[in-house]
T-cell receptor, first 114, second 115 residues
Framework: AQTVTQSQPEMSVQEAETVTLSCTYD???????LFWYKQPPSRQMILVIR??????QNATENRFSVNFQKAAKSFSLKISDSQLGDAAMYFC???????????FGQGTILTVHP | DAEITQSPRHKITETGRQVTLACHQT?????MFWYRQDLGHGLRLIHY???????NKGEVSDGYSVSRSNTEDLPLTLESAASSQTSVYFC??????????????FGEGSRLTVL
């Protein structure tokens, strides 16, 4: 069975600074996806960024980028130029070839200080 | 626009009562999922379905059941609610097949309190 571990229950960052959220996973599969989801206080789950395991290039979406280390089974999220609206719970998730059957980490609460 | 809706958004019930949470999606997705969210555990899979009349157990399925009679709906039933089932429940869907991105589309969640 796959496992996803987020070792940082809480993180904080100053507005306009950069923060990195950590995620490690364990799987025996070679083909899979990795995701970061954001959950603001509204409770809505919002996809932030997605990485296909077969791609060596790290995914980037505007201020959000990942550091994907397949051999180390590590998938960290970097948020640059942090904004107050980035404050939320962030979940790392793993998905195999059974599409949509995602395994989630425990979540990291991100606080952004003005 | 296509969407996925859950009802009710909030519910309080008593121990032992049967509860059904509704989930309806207009994405025309074959895959549908129910997760529960608890602090310290993230989201855990309860049940999932890959099509009409198909249902499968997830990692925390005890005390829950689902049925899939059409593509759009996957209701989640708690046969006899227990306090341990107090949680936030999320329904989600995804599209199968080649070209799929693996992304889940979530409903807004249903907060259930069992007293």
């Amino acid at each position: 069975a796959q496992t996803v571990t987020q070792s940082q229950p809480e993180m904080s960052v100053q507005e306009a600074e950069t923060v990195t959220l950590s995620c490690t996973y364990d799987t025996s599969e070679s083909d899979y996806y990795l995701f970061w989801y954001k959950q603001p206080p509204s409770r809505q789950m919002i996809l932030v960024i997605r990485q296909e395991a077969y791609k060596q290039q790290n995914a980037t979406e505007n201020r959000f980028s990942v550091n994907f280390q397949k051999a180390a089974k590590s998938f960290s999220l970097k948020i640059s130029d942090s904004q107050l609206g980035d404050a939320a719970m962030y979940f790392c998730a793993w998905g195999g070839t059974s599409y949509g059957k995602l395994t989630f980490g425990q979540g990291t609460i991100l606080t952004v200080h003005p | 626009d296509a969407e996925i809706t859950q009802s009710p958004r909030h519910k309080i019930t008593e121990t032992g009562r049967q509860v059904t949470l509704a989930c309806h999606q207009t994405w025309n997705h074959n895959n549908m999922f129910w997760y529960r969210q608890d602090l310290g555990h993230g989201l855990r899979l309860i049940h999932y379905s890959y099509g009409v009349h198909d249902t499968n157990k997830g990692e925390v399925s005890d005390g829950y059941s689902v049925s899939r009679s059409n593509t759009e709906d996957l209701p989640l039933t708690l046969e006899s609610a227990a306090s341990s089932q107090t949680s936030v429940y999320f329904c989600a869907s995804s599209a199968p097949g080649t070209g799929n991105t693996g992304e889940l589309f979530f409903g807004e969640g249903s907060r259930l309190t069992v007293l």
